[in-house]
């Protein structure tokens, strides 16, 4: 056998991964990454305004406490350059260089049973044994490209926001952008003082707060530091992780004007989830409440969008369950000359044709760039170009067939020793602190299968079909369901539904998994 364990990806997830099974349980441990280099996410999304929405303090990997302090954050949110150096630094930091393998891909991967190990198949031909596989693919990796017609014969430049190419310029350009997505919103921003004109081509119109961005001041970033280990203490407690005191009330249970109050405070305070979760407790679970922040917002978008019919064109007719969206100032961007607004809802794109995108109505826009800002087949879309065969050659499109599903976001029946980092069914919750849950699991599950000498370790069917259950009653207790987003896979024309979340947060999740180790793993099957 070539290794004790494979790493797929090397993203926060991967390189967690590879320092836990290599330095902590001394596993011959190879992560192979289809990039140039490490960063995941981060190392692919490099389009312009590119930005985490989390508190920069928070964006990281809370177990090692002197990088705690040695991170070197001056904003309130980390831009792409900054995050990509920071796990850039944390690859460097333990040495994991020398156990990766980029600018290579992984294309599939087979169970052999007589074995006990997964046979890995590289995108060149080459074949590497494992006894355990850790897939860290990343959450939003696969992109969404629309198959529109005369999209392969475009002839002005064409580029998908996660596959930005190095040196791509939009100054004094003629520029369409198609999705108004978080990626699109930053895009927007970014771009619009420079280019000669920009044709925002809007599917659905998007609710956005204010980031609030901005230099973090020296004795916030010290009180920070002097006092992290109580941060993430408390942190840990709340559903999100993302920095929002929680709100413990309902959107009833004040009156209107302290309502508007609240409300007016956290635009000012900035942070997309913090206006969704900090606000009332309900946002996403009463339609009623939801109408509230809905009718604020769209109050908001006509305050600063001077031009009434851009305005009308930007306000959303879903309600606000979507990815929560913060900006740097999107909706200004429509109040220049330079910028407009089409409603391709209304007017759907017909085909690209030469250099113009033309619409059903016939009209057309000649651009000299287009800009595909149109998301990504989230959460299984990279498992579903993969071929994945498990116990008797079942195959993860066949297992997933009526939906993405696994246990705890970790692992699926019939593929032992597979284990997912941001599965279908992972905690709704900020990204790093829930990837350390992840691995940390994934780590103790390996260690448990060796003390009881069982060399393939699965998460019995029964498990599977229980966590599908529990997500899917948490899931429909929101009103997430009522509109198309990534997060339940319905932005995929055909995909059926996706739980990519479990609703529960990350407190109830960790309490999950604490149950499953004091109940002794029963969840799972160890066989010899």
Same mark, same amino acid.
């Given at each position: 056998m070539d290794y004790d364990a494979i790493v797929i990806g090397a993203g926060f997830g991967g390189l967690y991964a590879l320092k836990r099974l290599r330095d902590d349980l001394g596993l011959k441990t190879h992560?192979?990454?289809?990039? #140039?280099?490490?960063?995941?996410?981060?190392?692919?999304?490099?389009?312009?305004?590119?930005?985490?929405?989390?508190?920069?303090?928070?964006?990281?990997?809370?177990?090692?406490? /002197?990088?705690?302090?040695?991170?070197?954050?001056?904003?309130?949110?980390?831009?792409?350059?900054?995050?990509?150096?920071?796990?850039?630094?944390?690859? #460097?930091?333990?040495?994991?260089?020398?156990?990766?393998? =980029?600018?290579?891909?992984?294309?599939?991967?087979?169970?052999?049973?007589?074995?006990?190990?997964?046979?890995?198949?590289?995108?060149?031909?080459?074949?590497?044994?494992?006894?355990?596989?850790?897939?860290?693919?990343?959450?939003?990796?696969?992109?969404?490209?629309?198959?529109?017609?005369?999209?392969? =014969?475009?002839?002005?430049?064409?580029?998908? =926001?996660?596959?930005?190419?190095?040196?791509?310029?939009? #100054?004094?350009?003629?520029?369409?952008?198609?999705?108004?997505?978080?990626?699109?919103?930053?895009?927007?921003?970014?771009?619009?003082?420079?280019?000669?004109?920009? =044709?925002?081509?809007?599917?659905? +119109?998007?609710?956005?707060?204010?980031?609030?961005?901005?230099?973090?001041?020296?004795?916030?970033?010290?009180?920070?530091? /002097?006092?992290? /280990?109580?941060?993430?203490?408390?942190?840990?407690?709340?559903?999100?992780?993302?920095?929002?005191?929680?709100?413990?009330?309902? +959107?009833?249970?004040?009156?209107? /004007?302290?309502?508007?109050?609240?409300?007016?405070?956290?635009?000012?305070?900035?942070?997309?989830?913090?206006?969704?979760?900090?606000?009332?407790?309900?946002?996403?679970?009463?339609?009623?409440?939801?109408?509230?922040?809905?009718?604020?917002?769209?109050?908001?978008?006509?305050?600063?969008?001077?031009?009434?019919?851009?305005?009308?064109?930007?306000?959303p007719t879903d309600i606000y369950a979507k990815r929560p969206l913060c900006d740097a100032g999107y909706y200004q961007q429509f109040n220049r000359e330079n910028v407009d607004v089409v409603d391709v809802k209304a007017d759907p794109i017909a085909r690209l044709d030469g250099n113009s995108v033309i619409l059903e109505s016939g009209e057309s826009y000649e651009l000299d760039m287009l800009i595909l800002a149109t998301g990504f087949d989230a959460g299984d879309g990279n498992y579903m170009r993969l071929k994945l065969e498990g116990v008797g050659g079942l195959s993860i499109q066949e297992h997933w067939k009526e939906g993405a599903r696994s246990f705890l976001g970790i692992m699926n029946a019939n593929f032992p020793n597979l284990f997912m980092i941001n599965g279908p069914g992972g905690a709704f919750a900020n990204q790093p602190p829930s990837i350390e849950l992840y691995v940390d699991t994934v780590a103790e599950l390996i260690a448990e299968a060796k003390s009881r000498k069982a060399t393939a370790i699965e998460a019995k069917s029964s498990s599977e079909a229980e966590w599908f259950a529990i997500c899917d009653e948490l899931t429909d207790a929101t009103i997430l369901p009522k509109v198309k987003s990534w997060i339940l896979g319905s932005n995929i024309p055909g995909k059926p539904r996706s739980l990519n979340f479990y609703m529960g947060g990350y407190s109830k999740y960790k309490d999950v998994l604490d149950g499953v180790r004091s109940d002794g793993y029963t969840q799972f099957d160890f066989r010899s």
């Amino acid at each position: 056998m070539d290794y004790d364990a494979i790493v797929i990806g090397a993203g926060f997830g991967g390189l967690y991964a590879l320092k836990r099974l290599r330095d902590d349980l001394g596993l011959k441990t190879h992560l192979y990454e289809q990039g #140039q280099g490490v960063g995941g996410t981060w190392y692919w999304n490099k389009y312009p305004g590119a930005m985490s929405d989390t508190r920069s303090h928070l964006y990281c990997y809370s177990f090692d406490k /002197e990088l705690l302090q040695s991170d070197n954050f001056k904003h309130h949110y980390r831009l792409q350059p900054e995050v990509l150096n920071y796990l850039e630094g944390f690859a #460097q930091r333990y040495s994991l260089d020398k156990d990766i393998s =980029t600018a290579t891909e992984v294309a599939g991967a087979a169970w052999d049973a007589d074995e006990n190990c997964w046979r890995v198949t590289l995108a060149h031909g080459r074949e590497v044994t494992a006894r355990f596989v850790v897939s860290a693919l990343g959450l939003l990796s696969s992109p969404n490209i629309p198959p529109f017609d005369g999209l392969e =014969t475009f002839t002005g430049e064409i580029v998908h =926001t996660s596959r930005w190419p190095a040196n791509t310029t939009w #100054q004094d350009k003629r520029v369409g952008i198609i999705g108004t997505g978080s990626t699109g919103v930053q895009v927007i921003t970014a771009i619009a003082p420079d280019v000669k004109h920009l =044709t925002v081509l809007q599917r659905s +119109a998007q609710y956005s707060v204010p980031s609030g961005n901005g230099r973090m001041g020296e004795d916030h970033l010290r009180q920070i530091k /002097e006092n992290y /280990e109580e941060i993430w203490a408390e942190e840990k407690t709340t559903i999100t992780v993302f920095g929002a005191k929680e709100s413990k009330i309902s +959107a009833h249970d004040v009156t209107p /004007e302290e309502r508007e109050r609240i409300f007016e405070e956290s635009w000012a305070d900035g942070g997309g989830f913090r206006f969704m979760f900090g606000t009332f407790n309900d946002l996403i679970l009463d339609e009623v409440s939801n109408k509230y922040a809905q009718d604020f917002i769209k109050s908001k978008i006509r305050q600063v969008v001077k031009d009434p019919a851009k305005a009308e064109k930007l306000i959303p007719t879903d309600i606000y369950a979507k990815r929560p969206l913060c900006d740097a100032g999107y909706y200004q961007q429509f109040n220049r000359e330079n910028v407009d607004v089409v409603d391709v809802k209304a007017d759907p794109i017909a085909r690209l044709d030469g250099n113009s995108v033309i619409l059903e109505s016939g009209e057309s826009y000649e651009l000299d760039m287009l800009i595909l800002a149109t998301g990504f087949d989230a959460g299984d879309g990279n498992y579903m170009r993969l071929k994945l065969e498990g116990v008797g050659g079942l195959s993860i499109q066949e297992h997933w067939k009526e939906g993405a599903r696994s246990f705890l976001g970790i692992m699926n029946a019939n593929f032992p020793n597979l284990f997912m980092i941001n599965g279908p069914g992972g905690a709704f919750a900020n990204q790093p602190p829930s990837i350390e849950l992840y691995v940390d699991t994934v780590a103790e599950l390996i260690a448990e299968a060796k003390s009881r000498k069982a060399t393939a370790i699965e998460a019995k069917s029964s498990s599977e079909a229980e966590w599908f259950a529990i997500c899917d009653e948490l899931t429909d207790a929101t009103i997430l369901p009522k509109v198309k987003s990534w997060i339940l896979g319905s932005n995929i024309p055909g995909k059926p539904r996706s739980l990519n979340f479990y609703m529960g947060g990350y407190s109830k999740y960790k309490d999950v998994l604490d149950g499953v180790r004091s109940d002794g793993y029963t969840q799972f099957d160890f066989r010899s």
